[in-house]
C-alpha cells in the first residue's frame, strides 16, 4: 500500500474538479487544483499592480514565491507568505485575469514547479486538461474524463439554476464543442488523453459511479484504503 497520484484530465465541464476533490475525499488525499495557482499569480498581479506592466511582470514573477501546503482534502495557496482565501481567489476580475496569464509560457513554467515540487510524495489527486501528459507523466493513475457536449451543457445550466433547454442551452452546447476545439489544438500542452490514460464516458453515469470506479482503481493501484491508518477529511 502506498500513497499514489491520480491525474484526472478532461474537457470543460465534464466534472474533474469535483471528482477529483471527491476521489480525495475518500482516500484521505489532497486534491490539488492548478487553477488556484493562476488565480494567485493574477490576484497577487492586481494587488501591487504589476499585472498590467509589461516592465515589470517578468520581474515580480521571478521573486514570486508560490507554495502549496497540505490542508486535507484540499491544499492551501501560499503566495509571498500571505493566503489569500476562496473569496479573494475567486473574485471575477481575478478569475478574468488568471485566464491570460495562464498562457504565458513562464506562468505555466512556474505553476508546473509548483505542482510537481508538491505532488512529488504522492497522496495526491490532480485535474486539468494536461495533468496527465504534461504535470504528471508518471502518474500512478491517469483518468480521462469525457461526456457529451449536451449533457455537460445540462449539467452546467442546472448549476448556474438556468433550464437546460431552448435558446441558452443551444448556445451552451455550441460554446463548449468550440472550447474542445481549441483546447485540443493549441500549441501548448493540448487536451489530449494520456497514451495510458483510463478514459470514462460520465454520460449515463452519476457523480457516485464515477467517484466508485476511480477509487476502485486506485485501489488496483495500490492506494491504501483510508480505513487503514488514514482517517478522511
Known amino acids: 500500500m502506498k ?13 474533474k474538479s469535483t471528482t477529483a476533490r471527491r476521489v480525495a475525499q ?24 504589476w499585472i ?6 517578468i520581474g515580480e514573477l521571478d521573486r514570486l514565491k508560490l507554495a502549496l501546503h497540505r ?5 492551501a495557496v501560499e503566495v509571498n507568505g500571505d493566503t489569500p482565501g476562496p ?12 485566464s491570460r496569464v495562464a498562457a504565458l509560457p513562464e506562468v505555466r513554467d512556474l505553476v508546473l514547479q509548483v505542482l510537481r515540487e508538491s505532488g512529488a510524495a504522492g497522496g495526491v489527486t ?3 486538461r494536461d495533468i496527465g501528459t504534461v504535470v504528471f507523466p508518471a502518474a500512478d493513475l491517469k483518468i480521462f474524463l469525457v461526456a457529451s457536449a449536451a449533457e ?9 439554476g438556468g433550464d437546460p433547454k431552448g435558446p441558452a442551452f443551444e448556445a451552451e452546447v455550441r460554446s463548449l464543442r468550440e472550447r474542445d476545439s481549441r483546447d485540443a489544438k493549441r500549441s501548448i ?22 467517484v466508485d470506479q476511480i477509487v476502485a482503481l486506485a485501489l488496483e493501484r495500490g492506494a491504501a484504503p483510508v480505513d487503514e491508518g488514514r482517517d478522511s477529511a
Not at 490542508?71 to 491544499?75: G, I
Not at 473569496?87 to 488568471?98: F, G, I, N, V, Y
Not at 488523453?193 to 452519476?206: G, K, L, Q, R
Request: hydrophobic share 40%.
Open 87 to 98: 473569496s479573494l481567489l475567486a473574485a471575477p476580475e481575478t478569475a478574468r485575469r488568471a
Open 189 to 210: 500542452a493540448p487536451m489530449v488523453p494520456a497514451s495510458d490514460a483510463i478514459e470514462i464516458d460520465t454520460t449515463e453515469m452519476s457523480p457516485d459511479e464515477v
Open 126 to 128: 490532480c485535474d486539468g
Open 52 to 57: 498590467d506592466a509589461p516592465h515589470r511582470f
Open 152 to 160: 455537460r451543457a445540462r449539467r452546467r445550466m442546472l448549476e448556474r
Open 26 to 49: 475518500r482516500l484521505g488525499y489532497c486534491h490539488m487544483n492548478s487553477g488556484l495557482l493562476y488565480r494567485s499569480i493574477a490576484w497577487s498581479g492586481l494587488r501591487d499592480g
Open 3 to 15: 500513497d499514489i497520484l491520480i491525474a484526472i484530465d478532461g474537457p470543460a465541464a465534464s466534472g
Open 71 to 75: 490542508h486535507p482534502p484540499d491544499f
